[in-house]
T-cell receptor
Framework: QKEVEQNSGPLSVPEGAIASLNCTYSDRVSQSFFWYRQYSGKSPELIMS????GDKEDGRFTAQLNKASQYVSLLIRDSQPSDSATYLC?????????????FGAGTQVVVTP | GAVVSQHPSRVICKSGTSVKIECRSL??????MFWYRQFPKKSLMLMAT?????????EQGVEKDKFLINHASLTLSTLTVTSAHPEDSSFYIC????????????FGPGTRLLVL
């Protein structure tokens, strides 16, 4: 069974510091990876997508992908209280799984002033 | 950007009743939509793929007779929870792919169902 694993947290981060979130996945053929942010009681919103090994930066967010290690991470620089949320890692396995995300359980991030 | 809406946002019903949840793509057409369910502090779990003009495809372990899906138009999919029971209480979220063809999904705001 395909699995996406995340540390549930909570991850407590001082304001202005870097938050580091990790995600591992079991399906070696996974091709597309996404990070979503979900505030309590709300639906997920896309932060970043990453498809190739290496780093991808977008503002204060950096996604890192290592397909050999089946590992994807998210760094949040200069963390702000508004970044306090649950961060979901989502994986797509391939063309046959189009639209069918496998989600991790999420990591709760708490940014403390 | 593309927007997906859901209605109602919150519903409370008695055990044994049926509840219909609507998912609409507001400014684009979606031949396919997806329905997820999320229990508290748990991950989103895909329930089914809703296909316009044809039968929905259900994930393993999801009862198709209990969770009826109808995708009658290119902008509307409905999920009906039939004979709801307290264990069906959950957060139901639909999604639709953007018209740009990107692999991401636009998620609706979700519907919180509480069955008493």
């Amino acid at each position: 069974q395909k699995e996406v694993e995340q540390n549930s947290g909570p991850l407590s981060v001082p304001e202005g510091a870097i938050a580091s979130l990790n995600c591992t996945y079991s399906d070696r053929v996974s091709q597309s990876f996404f990070w979503y942010r979900q505030y309590s009681g709300k639906s997920p919103e896309l932060i970043m997508s990453i498809y190739s090994n290496g780093d991808k930066e977008d503002g204060r967010f950096t996604a890192q992908l290592n397909k050999a290690s089946q590992y994807v991470s998210l760094l949040i620089r200069d963390s702000q209280p508004s970044d306090s949320a649950t961060y979901l890692c989502a994986v797509l396995s391939g063309p046959d799984s189009w639209g069918k995300f496998q989600f991790g359980a999420g990591t709760q991030v708490v940014v403390t002033p | 950007g593309a927007v997906v809406s859901q209605h109602p946002s919150r519903v409370i019903c008695k055990s044994g009743t049926s509840v219909k949840i609507e998912c609409r793509s507001l400014d684009f057409q979606a031949t396919t939509m997806f329905w997820y369910r999320q229990f508290p502090k748990k991950s989103l779990m895909l329930m089914a793929t809703s296909n316009e003009g044809s039968k929905a495809t259900y994930e393993q372990g999801v009862e198709k007779d209990k969770f009826l899906i109808n995708h009658a138009s290119l902008t509307l999919s409905t999920l009906t929870v039939t004979s709801a029971h307290p264990e069906d209480s959950s957060f139901y979220i639909c999604s639709a792919p953007p018209p740009s063809g990107e692999e991401t999904q636009y998620f609706g705001p979700g519907t919180r169902l509480l069955v008493l």
